[in-house]
């Protein structure tokens, strides 16, 4: 079964545009990944942060964590036409050591 | 360093037939893993193995997939015989260590099975 469901499903921007993307998730977690997908470079991995973790930055990505609320939230800023990709959120629950993904979020970044 | 490598990249087959998919993670990588990735869905875990023994089989549909890990280093996934579910994309994922979900996962291509 999935345990994260990002939101939106599908999201439509111009270059330079901030694109915000958001996972919500059902049980306690060790830690809550961010993964892109496209043809080119098929599935990558983009950022981990761990339940004790309110915030991490990566180049362009930041990521946040809210473990009240089950929820994280990935923010792309000034996005480029390579950014065009599927976005999954991936959670570790505790006690468990695999990854359970999302169905995505497709974001298609126009120049 | 070279990545996950998978084959074959594409696979027709006829509902019932048998198929084999291959992955060679990357090197000194401990832990491999597959996934079946539906259209529109994100890719669910079927086998873990660390090294050469099985960690997490839970999602295997045992009765038609089965998985090995020779001498610790490549893989096989197999379906027998293949359902027109089954269609998807079969990724084979490694990482270096023992336990999966701190590290990062390194994907290879996936292998786009459609079942007719």
């Known amino acids: 079964s999935q345990q994260g469901e990002e939101d939106p499903q599908a999201l439509s921007i111009q270059e330079g545009e901030n694109a915000t993307m958001n996972c919500s998730y059902k049980t306690s977690i060790n830690n809550l990944q961010w993964y892109r997908q496209n043809s080119g470079r098929g599935l990558v991995h983009l950022i981990l942060?761990?339940?004790?973790?309110r915030e991490k930055h990566s180049g362009r990505l930041r990521v946040t964590l809210d473990t009240s609320k089950k929820s994280s939230s990935l923010l792309i800023t000034a996005s480029r036409a390579a950014d065009t990709a599927s976005y999954f959120c991936?959670?570790?629950?505790?006690?468990?050591?695999?990854?359970?993904f999302g169905k995505g979020t497709m974001l298609l970044v126009s120049p | 360093e070279a990545g996950v490598a998978q084959s074959p990249r594409y696979k027709i087959i006829e509902k019932r037939q048998s198929v084999a998919f291959w992955c060679n993670p990357i090197?000194?990588?401990?832990?491999l893993y597959w996934y079946q990735q539906i259209l529109g869905q994100g890719p669910k875990l079927l086998i873990q193995?660390?090294?050469?023994?099985?960690?997490?089989d839970s999602q295997l549909p045992k009765d038609r997939f089965s998985a090995e890990r020779l001498k610790g280093v490549d893989s096989t996934l197999k379906i027998q015989p293949a359902k027109l579910e089954d269609s998807a994309v079969y990724l084979c994922a490694s990482s270096s260590g023992g336990w999966g979900g701190q590290e990062t996962q390194y994907f290879g291509p996936g292998t786009r099975l459609l079942v007719l």
């Open positions: 090197s000194g990588h401990a832990t």
């Open positions: 991936a959670t570790v629950n505790s006690g468990y050591s695999t990854l359970t």
């Open positions: 942060i761990r339940s004790n973790e």
């Open positions: 193995f660390q090294n050469n023994g099985v960690v997490d």
